[in-house]
């Protein structure tokens, strides 16, 4: 299987074309294991790490069937649909599909909130072999009747434990019924839940399992590591790192939206080349922040986990973990972001007092030791000494400090943070 090729696929001739010019030659254990079943039209659940190849996994033989057989889409309708639960990774899977659907000539449209409707509507207006859609915004496009699903043969849900967690179950129930019984359905993730999985089984039939990593393994290229740190000490020691030759693009993952952009101000005081990214950010400056990284305009991304599923960026030297995550699966994901597609990568987790217990629960999941790295100024033996508390009890403490320290956030902002002419105003009776 490891010495399989992409030419040992039945894929057309437009797909190995397009395949040979992205210099690839031997697909990744999650396209070897997947694709043929794909192509068998077979449901399939796939569990993989982050960065092996999962899109390329259901793109490629979701292409072939469109070329192969080609069918007209009537206005408003679409022969497939890709649920994802990002901006940004839709934006990451329309990139894949233009780059191995380049000499096919398939329609692809692409619908995600954040921007106007208007273009999105017009391009349905056409039909859409491929529909790329956040969940919320395909909602608004069938209220709208601006889409139908009537006609979607192949249906895929993207980052599968995310897109079925609480906060989209109840939407992507409302776009399941709205399909046709007979169909394609597709899961891929890099995490699967038993709950998850359950619920997964329930909208697929007689699906095939692929397992190419055991569920919540890490990349195994990823050196981790976790270094103990007074919260009050974070700042600093990020700051120590990042003058390091060796930190050239790096992702730091924040807990908070106002997290990221208090690291964000820092950096940038300290003339580190910073942007941030979270759910209250424009999906333009989303993009713009994505595009600098990629080109080398900023050294650093400062992100929240709703980010952390759309960022595909090669080589990514560094993955800090500023906040630790109070959820294992997303402890895979950030540093998933790293060592992707086999090049090696170094992920460390900046530790406090009350995060000992969130790294005890990852510990657990991934089944390995994270190693303690003391070697730098602002290790804490205070830290590493104290007891561990209950993980219930470590989030309720986080939550407290969290909220104390951005109500004191918010308190300096509104001294210092005044528009010049208040501050003149100010001035003047002094004078």
Same mark, same amino acid.
């Given at each position: 299987?490891?010495?399989?090729?992409?030419?040992?696929?039945?894929?057309?001739?437009?797909?190995?074309?397009?395949?040979?010019?992205?210099?690839?030659?031997?697909?990744?254990?999650?396209?070897?294991?997947?694709?043929?079943?794909?192509?068998?039209?077979?449901?399939?659940?796939?569990?993989?790490?982050?960065?092996?190849?999962?899109?390329?996994?259901?793109?490629?033989?979701?292409?072939?069937?469109?070329?192969?057989?080609?069918?007209?889409?009537?206005?408003?309708?679409?022969?497939?649909?890709?649920?994802?639960?990002?901006?940004?990774?839709?934006?990451?899977?329309?990139?894949?599909?233009?780059?191995?659907?380049?000499?096919?000539?398939?329609?692809?449209?692409?619908?995600?909130?954040?921007?106007?409707?208007?273009?999105?509507?017009?391009?349905?207006?056409?039909?859409?072999?491929?529909?790329?859609?956040?969940?919320? #915004?395909? =909602?608004?496009?069938?209220?709208?009747? $601006?889409?139908?699903? *009537?006609? +979607?043969?192949? /249906?895929?849900?993207?980052?599968?434990?995310?897109?079925?967690?609480?906060?989209?179950?109840?939407?992507?129930?409302?776009?399941?019924?709205?399909?046709?019984?007979?169909?394609?359905?597709?899961?891929?993730?890099?995490?699967?839940?038993?709950?998850?999985?359950?619920?997964?089984?329930?909208?697929?039939?007689?699906?095939?399992?692929?397992?190419?990593?055991?569920?919540?393994?890490?990349?195994?290229?990823?050196?981790?590591?976790?270094?103990?740190?007074?919260?009050?000490?974070? #700042?600093? =020691?990020?700051?120590?790192?990042?003058? $390091?030759?060796?930190? *050239?693009? +790096?992702?730091? /993952?924040?807990?908070?939206?106002?997290?990221?952009?208090?690291?964000?101000?820092?950096?940038?005081?300290?003339?580190?080349?910073?942007?941030?990214?979270?759910?209250?950010?424009?999906?333009?400056?989303?993009?713009?922040?994505?595009?600098?990284?990629?080109?080398?305009?900023?050294?650093?991304?400062?992100?929240?986990?709703?980010?952390?599923?759309?960022?595909?960026?090669?080589?990514?030297?560094?993955?800090?973990?500023?906040?630790?995550?109070?959820?294992?699966?997303?402890?895979?994901?950030?540093?998933?972001?790293?060592?992707?597609?086999?090049?090696?990568?170094?992920?460390?987790?900046?530790?406090?007092?009350?995060?000992?217990?969130?790294?005890?629960?990852?510990?657990?999941?991934?089944?390995?030791?994270?190693?303690?790295?003391?070697?730098?100024?602002?290790?804490?033996?205070?830290?590493?000494?104290?007891?561990?508390?209950?993980?219930?009890?470590?989030?309720?403490?986080?939550?407290?400090?969290?909220?104390?320290?951005?109500?004191?956030?918010?308190?300096?902002?509104?001294?210092?943070?005044?528009?010049?002419?208040?501050?003149?105003?100010?001035?003047?009776?002094?004078?």
């Amino acid at each position: 299987m490891t010495n399989k090729l992409f030419t040992d696929f039945p894929f057309v001739s437009e797909i190995q074309a397009a395949i040979k010019k992205t210099g690839y030659e031997k697909p990744t254990p999650i396209q070897v294991a997947a694709i043929p079943h794909l192509l068998e039209n077979k449901d399939l659940i796939g569990c993989a790490q982050t960065g092996t190849g999962k899109t390329a996994a259901f793109a490629l033989p979701l292409i072939q069937k469109l070329v192969t057989r080609k069918k007209t889409t009537p206005a408003k309708n679409a022969q497939s649909l890709i649920l994802t639960p990002t901006r940004e990774l839709a934006v990451q899977i329309h990139e894949n599909f233009k780059t191995y659907g380049q000499g096919a000539k398939i329609k692809i449209v692409l619908a995600y909130g954040g921007v106007s409707i208007g273009p999105q509507i017009r391009d349905l207006q056409l039909g859409a072999d491929v529909l790329i859609a956040t969940p919320g #915004r395909l =909602l608004d496009l069938m209220h709208q009747n $601006k889409v139908t699903l *009537k006609m +979607v043969e192949t /249906f895929i849900l993207d980052e599968a434990d995310r897109m079925l967690d609480m906060g989209f179950i109840h939407d992507i129930k409302k776009i399941i019924a709205e399909l046709p019984r007979s169909r394609q359905t597709i899961l891929f993730s890099a995490t699967l839940p038993k709950e998850i999985e359950s619920l997964a089984q329930s909208i697929l039939i007689n699906p095939v399992r692929v397992d190419v990593a055991p569920p919540a393994t890490t990349a195994e290229k990823v050196a981790q590591s976790v270094m103990y740190v007074e919260t009050s000490q974070k #700042r600093d =020691l990020l700051r120590h790192l990042l003058l $390091k030759p060796e930190y *050239k693009r +790096v992702i730091v /993952f924040t807990r908070t939206k106002h997290g990221a952009n208090r690291v964000s101000e820092v950096l940038t005081k300290n003339k580190v080349r910073s942007e941030a990214i979270h759910g209250n950010k424009s999906q333009n400056a989303r993009l713009r922040a994505l595009d600098n990284l990629k080109s080398g305009s900023i050294q650093v991304l400062i992100a929240t986990d709703v980010a952390a599923r759309g960022i595909d960026i090669d080589n990514i030297t560094h993955v800090i973990n500023y906040d630790v995550p109070n959820v294992a699966e997303n402890y895979v994901h950030r540093i998933g972001r790293t060592a992707r597609a086999g090049t090696a990568g170094i992920a460390i987790s900046f530790c406090d007092i009350e995060e000992k217990a969130f790294i005890q629960d990852i510990e657990k999941t991934i089944k390995l030791k994270i190693d303690i790295d003391r070697k730098h100024p602002y290790h804490s033996v205070k830290v590493e000494q104290a007891q561990v508390l209950s993980k219930g009890k470590a989030k309720a403490q986080l939550e407290q400090n969290s909220q104390q320290r951005q109500n004191k956030y918010k308190r300096l902002r509104k001294v210092f943070g005044g528009s010049k002419k208040g501050v003149q105003s100010q001035q003047r009776p002094r004078r």
